[in-house]
Every structure is written in structure tokens, then in C-alpha cells.
């Protein structure tokens, strides 16, 4: 929008112009048989010149403000009075003098080319730049001669300047239409990139676009990440403040704790809010891209309302300027980081600045800044005062003052910043000019092969060679221009010092530069002066970064700058300092309890070293351990009665199996492997098969006997022989044997970690691979014992030397309720805790049987020996008949 109004704004002053030209020339064609015609209106500019062969232009800022008398339509209008004579900016007017001068006495450049230049002061003022511009483009000759066609070339064939990103938007909008070379030392838009916009614009001074990338890589230096910005109410400064949020949004570097527009005028009231903005926030960075009048008014109401504790980070406009470094202001902007243009050394500019003198030096129209410099400097004037430029009041000037006896900074050439560029602005257009002359014919590089001459020289000719233009200054500085007319970015960091006497010092501490890397930040940390009672570095946050372990949650309605830490939930974690998002852990890892570092999960598994496995073990090698010693008490009274009236072979047998039994359930302790999980149901199912077998046959065989008692019975006991009760035996476990192989074939048990019944556990199980194998193997299991205790029950009342059967009614009840309770405690007990279910469902039915069936014979065979007898059994049957 504003480069719209600009150009309308252009548009119309043009339109003015030529409406004024053409009519002062219809009126002098009408009353004069003449060819010629007078310029209705001249403009009395503030500048210097000097003739040359070639001219060129330049647009300074000698006065940085300016007076505007109120025209009315019966009075001749007056000229606008300039006020406030600015130092460096006619030490970047005399850089170009000097420069241009230079390159006449170089017969290497140039050689047969005298360069002349009119240079115009702009007053701080857009309208003066403005129309200083368009005379440069024009010329202000008095007189024309009106001729067929308008032929010759233009009054300056390029343009250095203008100092104010505004005013060489306003003046390359119109000059652009005209191909008229414009190299700026100072005007740093990013806007002015633009190639399409302004086609003939260059710029000796990196854009707004890398200084504000440069400023950034300094803020992501010290971790400033919230800041906050003020602009001046100019292009240079919106421009800087789109650019900035955009960058700061896609780097991520920081955010903005407020914006404020400085405003252009005296505005009390405006600079008191912004001063108030910036004590309330807690934002202790603050930027400030703006011009040092800005700065200078901002700074009086910051030391009026004492606003200390404040990181200033300047941008290259005011990095430099000591008006600011005054005793007023350094205890409040000692300490200042800025960024400032590329420094450089020009060999003999001291001299050519003491030798300056107003005779030498003159303007067209009596408005020298060489004259206003000496009445300034030597605070006097010439007499007559020319045309109101220089204020009235002081001592006569007489011209013989010494420069030499004068103390000022304009003298001190050692930091020499935007003054180099203005001197690598005048080189690059007279190395573009040189190029265009060494151009041979036939070799040109336009059109059929032509070249350019003086004498029809086309701006836009010069515009091709300055976009080729390719030098090293003496002092080693390489000068190009890109695509869009952008010098090599490069800065130079700056920091303010408060010395000890009160004076003021500013030092170079880095560089920031473009590099093939991107940009490059170089920082001396060491002599950094930080106007705080730390000498550190100020923190300058929104919020406390979020240490590993925790994520940044958003505040609604604030910066994303401004968070809440949250910790990592169970299994989750962030190893970064300020991570957006924890990240889950693999499979088989979980989260430390600083949820900082994922960690191998616990193992789970019912282990030989823990209480509960150390129980089971013993109990199992107890059970193992007693089989074996019942089995050597039958072996050592195995001729007695009570041993041969109860089926020696079978409860030998029994006994074995029982041992297995035992000895089986340790496979169920230990990490799982696939050998043990196959193993484990395997000879749990035979082991019991087996046992219960025994009962069962032994059950069968105590009711043969019986009925065999009885008259007519004796051809029963024929099928329950020896041989028949081991094949009976053999069969039945054979069953278990063929169900066991078919499961392990079909689908085999197998090892599993399993995560679903600890989040930050495994448990290590076998699976049982089919269920339905398991099952069957359970139930052959429980129907043999059922078999068993209903056979049992049915010869519970027999007589007491057939009491066998009671014993084995017991045992079988106390296996079928272990096994009852059993099922449901295995499917409710996760992990390890089904093992051990599972083993001592094993060891309580062991024991029960190994007590019920063998306790009352051993205590008979141990404790009372007497009863073990043919007579003391036969008896007791005898009396129960």
C-alpha cells in the first residue's frame, strides 16, 4: 500500500513538472519566433557540484530535518529552510567528492573519462529527496533549445544514494521507468530487492532481509526467545517487522513479546505508552530497527521514567551514531549489541577532509554544503547569508579558519562504515562506465553486436555492466551485486562500552556473514561489556525451558513461546530440551522415572531366586525326597505283610510316578524355553496318567479280590494278574502319550513375552500353543481320577484287611478338589503367578496322594510293628466279618 501511494505521489509531482515545462514552452513558442524556451520554475537545492566529461549523482542526508514555510495561493511560494546540520552524513557527501576525485587521477580506470558530480542534500525530507531526485534525472538548465526530437543524454548517468529506505523507494519507483542506475550506501528495505519494482536499484549495504536473519543468529546465540521489537513508522521499519515475525515463525527462535511503531514526529504521548509497554512486559531484549532521531526521543522518556534492566540490540541505522552516547543515556544503553555495516579504510580521506575549504568547493545556486560545514563547524556565517540555508546569528566567517585546530569525530577516519559503501558505490559505477568504453565494436554486447557510447548512451546500457560489475576495493572487499542488485552481506557486531571516565566506546566483538553454510555468526564473548551487576548475559523468556523427561504444552491465546511443562507419561519420554512431543519407548523398554531415557522393562518369570520359586523347589524336591524314602522303606520290609498285602508292584510303581510327578513341576520354575515349555505339559500329563493309572488299576484290582471272596468269584482274579495290571498300566498312559505327541505336533507350546499384563513389564510364559490340546490332556487326567474315586467309593465299606479302597477314596478326593480349584486359579493369576498355581495344583495333589495312600502304611510299618502281621491283618478282617 505504501509503495502505491508512493508512486501516485510521484506520478502527480511529474505530471506537475511536465505540465508546468510544456506550458512555459507553448507560451514561449507563441510569443517568440525563437527556438528556445526558459524553465518556468527552478528548484534551489542544497548541494555541490563540479563539471566532468560524465556526471553523477548523489542523494545525501547533510541536515537531517526541515522547515516548511505554509504556501497560500497570492504569495510566491518559498523555498523549505534546513535545519540541523548532520556531520556524517557531509562526511558521506565529501566520500563521494573524494572518491570521484580519486578516480580522475587513476589513469587506469577511466583513463580518458573526466567524472564530474552534482550531489544534493535531502534534508530528512521525502519532498526535497525527492525532487533533488528528479533533477539529477532532468537537469535544471535555464534554457532549452526546442529541437524535432528529444536527443542527448541524461544530465548524470547514475545516482549514489538516497540514504532513506522511503526515499529511494519514492525516487526508483520513477527512475526505474527510465533504466537510471541507483546505487544506495544506506538504504536497506528488503522491499528494494524487488527486481520487477525497481529494475536499476543497487545497494553497496546488505538488505533488511540479512540483517534481520544476522540479528536472529545472535538472539539463538544467547537463547534470547523473547523479545521485544520497535520500528520506525517508515518502510525500513514495517518492512523489518513483516520480515521478522515470518523468520522468526519459520526459524523457531523466538517469539515477540510486542510490537510498537516509533512515530515519526515530537509525539509525547505516544512515546510514554511505548515506554510503558516495555516496563510491563517481562521481555528483557529489545530490539529497535529505526533511524536516531527515533531513538533519540525514545531514549528521553526512558531515562525519565528510569526503565533499567533493559538489553538494547540495535540494528545498523543508529549501531554507530554517537549523538546517542551521551552521559544522559549510556547508564541506560551501555551494554548495547548492534550490528553494524562493514567497516573500512579509505588511505587518504583524513587529509582530503582537513583540506576541504569553501572556495574550492561551490554549487550552482550558493547553497554549498562546504559553506554550511564551515559555518557549522567554526560556528560563524558568511556574509550575505545565503538564501536562508544557514541560520542567522554567530560571528563572521572570514575562510581563514583551520580545520587542523578543530577537535570533532568527523575527523576520526577509523571506523569508517557507511562512508565505505558510498566510496564502493562511486567505484562500482565508474568500473561499470570503464567497462562500457572498453567495449569493441563488433563485440558489444547488445544488439547486432553493438556497443555503447557517450554520446547515446541508454541507462539501461550502464544497468547491464553494473550488474556485471566485479572489483576488489584497497582495502581487500570484493564488490558484486546479485540478482537483485544486493552486495555480499556481511555485518560487523558492535557493543557499546561505559568506561570508567564516563566516556563512551564502541568495540567490535564478531561478524556475521553470508557463507556457503548459511549464515555464520563469529562472537568474542570474552570482551562483551553487559551493563548488568552479573556481567552476564540477561535471560530474556517467556517461559523455563522444559527439561528432558517433560513436553512444552501450549498456553492458549499466548506466543508459543509462552508454555506450561508437562511430564512425559508411563512409558514415554523426551531426551531434548524442549521437546513438543514425548516419544513412546520400543517393545521391550519403558520409561526411568525421570522419564528422560527408555530402559530395558523388568523381566518377570517364576524364578529359582525368588522366595516364592525357593518354596516351590523345596517343596518338590521334599515331595522328591520322601518318594524316595517310602520307596526304601517297602524295599527294606518288603517281606512283611503290609507290603505284600497291598500289591507290592504297583505301589512301587506308584510311588516312582508320584516322584515324577514331584520332580515335573521344577520345569515350571526357571525362564521359559522352548524345551521347558514343551517338556513341562508333556511329563506333567504323563506323570499323572501314570499315578493315577496305578490307583486306578490298584482300585480295580482290591474289587476283584473281593468279589473272588465270595463263592463262585475265584474266575474274576484271572484278568488281573500281574501282567494284566502292568498292560492296563501301559495303556492307559499310552493314551496321554499319543495326545501329548499329537499336541506338540499340531501345535506346540512356546516361549512368550508378554507386555499386556505390565506396562513396564515382561513376563515371560509359555503359551500353551492349542488350547484344545491342553484341555485334552487335563481332562483324560481328570477322568481317570474320577474313574478312580467313583471305583473307590463303591468299595469303601469292604473289610478291613481289604481297607485299601478308603484310602484310595481319600487320596482321589483330595486330587479331584485340588485340580477343581485349580482351573479357575490359573486362569485368574497372571504372569508367574499361574506357574505357580499350576505348581502347586502339581505338589498339593502329589502330597495328597503320597500321604493318603502310603502315611498310614509307613506309621503301621515304623511306629507300631505289631500290627504288621498276617494275624494282627487277618484278625481285624476276622472281627469285622
Avoid at 307 to 323: F, I, K, R, Y
Avoid at 374 to 394: H, K, L, M, S, T
Avoid at 482 to 509: F, H, S, T
Avoid at 676 to 684: E, M, N, P, S
Wanted: aromatic share 12%; proline share 4%.
Amino acid at each position: 500500500m505504501g509503495g502505491f501511494l508512493y508512486i501516485c505521489f510521484c506520478i502527480c509531482l511529474l505530471l506537475i513538472l511536465f505540465s508546468s515545462f510544456f506550458s512555459s514552452l507553448l507560451s514561449s513558442a507563441s510569443s517568440s519566433a525563437s527556438l528556445s524556451c526558459n524553465v518556468w520554475k527552478q528548484f534551489h537545492l542544497n548541494g555541490l557540484s563540479k563539471a566532468g566529461d560524465v556526471n553523477l549523482g548523489g542523494l545525501f542526508e547533510v541536515h537531517y530535518t526541515s522547515v516548511f514555510p505554509e504556501w497560500t495561493f497570492t504569495s510566491e511560494p518559498r523555498q523549505p529552510t534546513c535545519t540541523g546540520f548532520d556531520n556524517q552524513g557531509y562526511r558521506h557527501a565529501m566520500t563521494m567528492v573524494f572518491a570521484v576525485e580519486e578516480i580522475n587521477r587513476n589513469s587506469n580506470l577511466l583513463s580518458n573519462v573526466t567524472l564530474g558530480y552534482n550531489l544534493y542534500d535531502n534534508c530528512g525530507a521525502l519532498v526535497i529527496g525527492f525532487r533533488a531526485a528528479l533533477v539529477l534525472a532532468s537537469g535544471q538548465e535555464e534554457q532549452f533549445l526546442l529541437q524535432g526530437n528529444c536527443i542527448g543524454a541524461t544530465p548524470v548517468l547514475g545516482i549514489v544514494g538516497d540514504s532513506y529506505s522511503t526515499f529511494s523507494i519514492a525516487s526508483s519507483n520513477v527512475l526505474g521507468l527510465f533504466r537510471l542506475p541507483m546505487v544506495s550506501h544506506f538504504a536497506t528495505c528488503s522491499c528494494l530487492s524487488n527486481r520487477q519494482r525497481f529494475p536499476s536499484f543497487f545497494r553497496t549495504i546488505p538488505s533488511d532481509a540479512f540483517q534481520v536473519r544476522a540479528m536472529i543468529q545472535i538472539l539463538k546465540h544467547f537463547g534470547w526467545t523473547w523479545v521485544g521489537l520497535l520500528v520506525s513508522n517508515d518502510d525500513y521499519g514495517l518492512n523489518v517487522a513483516r520480515s521478522f515475525q515470518l523468520d522468526l515463525a519459520k526459524t523457531g527462535a523466538g517469539c515477540l513479546a510486542y510490537i510498537e511503531v516509533l512515530p515519526w514526529g515530537s509525539d509525547p504521548v505516544e512515546c510514554t505508552r511505548i515506554v510503558e509497554v516495555m516496563k510491563k512486559s517481562t521481555a528483557r531484549v529489545v530490539m529497535v530497527f529505526a533511524h536516531e532521531i527515533h531513538i533519540y526521543r525514545l531514549m528521553e522518556e526512558v531515562v525519565k521514567q528510569k526503565v533499567t534492566g533493559l538489553q538494547w540490540m540495535a540494528s545498523e541505522a543508529w549501531t554507530s551514531v554517537d549523538v546517542l552516547q551521551t552521559p544522559e543515556f549510556m547508564p541506560y544503553l551501555a551494554g548495547t549489541l548492534g550490528i553494524a555495516i562493514r567497516r573500512g579504510e579509505i588511505t587518504g580521506f583524513k587529509n582530503f577532509l582537513l583540506s576541504v575549504h569553501p572556495d574550492q568547493h561551490h554549487n550552482s545556486y550558493g547553497n554549498s554544503i562546504v559553506t554550511q560545514f564551515w559555518e557549522d563547524i567554526f560556528q560563524c556565517r558568511f556574509a550575505p547569508a545565503p538564501n536562508g540555508w544557514v541560520e542567522d546569528g554567530g560571528a563572521l566567517c572570514t575562510g581563514r579558519e583551520d580545520l587542523n585546530s578543530v577537535k570533532s569525530e568527523l575527523f576520526d577516519v577509523s571506523n569508517l562504515r557507511p562512508e565505505y559503501n558510498v566510496y564502493k558505490a562511486v567505484y562500482a559505477l565508474a568500473y561499470a562506465l570503464d567497462d562500457m568504453l572498453r567495449c569493441k565494436p563488433g563485440e558489444g554486447p547488445f544488439s547486432g553486436s553493438s556497443c555503447a557510447s557517450l554520446q547515446s548512451l541508454e541507462p539501461w546500457q550502464l544497468v547491464y555492466y553494473l550488474d556485471k560489475v566485479n572489483f576488489t576495493t584497497p582495502f581487500g572487499d570484493e564488490v558484486s551485486f546479485d540478482e537483485n542488485g544486493d552486495a555480499l552481506p556481511i555485518y560487523d557486531v558492535m557493543n557499546w562500552l561505559w568506561l570508567q571516565d564516563g566516556r563512551a566506546k564502541i568495540q567490535n566483538v564478531g561478524e556475521v556473514k553470508e557463507s556457503a553454510q548459511g549464515e555464520e555468526l563469529i562472537l568474542l564473548e570474552d570482551i562483551i561489556f553487559w551493563n548488568f551487576e552479573s556481567k552476564q548475559p540477561p535471560q530474556s523468556i517467556c517461559s523455563e525451558s522444559c527439561l528432558p523427561g517433560t513436553r512444552v504444552a501450549r498456553k492458549k491465546g499466548r506466543p508459543v513461546c509462552c508454555f506450561d511443562c508437562i511430564p512425559c507419561s508411563e512409558g514415554k519420554i523426551s531426551n531434548l530440551t524442549d521437546s513438543m512431543d514425548c516419544i513412546s519407548c520400543p517393545e521391550d523398554f519403558w520409561s526411568n522415572l525421570q522419564r528422560d531415557q527408555c530402559v530395558p522393562k523388568k523381566t518377570e518369570f517364576l524364578s529359582y531366586n525368588e522366595p516364592l520359586g525357593i518354596c516351590l523347589t523345596s517343596a518338590s524336591l521334599l515331595g522328591t525326597f520322601i518318594c524316595a524314602l517310602v520307596v526304601g522303606i517297602f524295599i527294606h520290609h518288603r517281606s512283611t505283610p503290609m507290603v505284600r498285602a497291598n500289591n507290592s508292584e504297583l505301589s512301587f510303581l506308584l510311588l516312582v510316578s508320584l516322584k515324577f510327578c514331584f520332580l515335573c513341576s521344577l520345569l515350571f520354575i526357571g525362564q521359559p524355553r522352548l524345551w521347558t515349555c514343551q517338556l513341562r505339559h508333556a511329563a506333567f500329563g504323563i506323570s499323572f496318567v501314570l499315578c493315577v493309572s496305578c490307583i486306578l488299576v490298584k482300585t480295580m484290582v482290591v474289587l476283584a479280590v473281593f468279589k473272588a471272596s465270595k463263592p463262585g468269584g475265584g474266575a474274576s482274579l484271572k484278568w488281573f494278574g500281574a501282567v494284566q495290571q502292568r498292560g492296563t498300566v501301559l495303556v492307559l498312559t499310552s493314551v496321554q502319550g499319543a495326545i501329548c505327541t499329537s499336541w506338540l505336533i499340531s501345535a506346540s507350546p512356546a516361549p512368550h513375552k508378554n507386555t499386556q499384563y505390565y506396562n513396564d513389564k515382561i513376563v515371560y510364559e509359555c503359551v500353551v500353543g492349542s488350547t484344545i490340546g491342553f484341555a485334552v490332556l487335563l481332562g483324560y487326567i481328570s477322568l481317570l481320577a474320577v474313574l478312580s474315586f467313583l471305583l473307590a467309593f463303591m468299595a469303601r465299606n469292604l473289610p478291613d484287611n481289604f481297607n485299601e479302597a478308603k484310602f484310595i477314596t481319600f487320596s482321589m478326593l483330595i486330587f479331584c478338589a485340588v485340580w477343581v480349584a485349580f482351573v479357575p486359579a490359573y486362569v485368574n493369576s497372571p504372569g508367574k503367578y499361574a506357574d505357580a498355581v499350576e505348581v502347586f495344583a502339581i505338589l498339593a495333589s502329589s502330597f495328597g496322594l503320597l500321604v493318603a495312600l502310603f502315611g498310614p502304611k509307613c506309621y503301621i510299618i515304623l511306629l507300631r510293628p505289631e500290627r504288621n502281621t498276617k494275624k494282627a491283618i487277618m484278625g481285624r478282617a476276622n472281627s469285622k466279618t
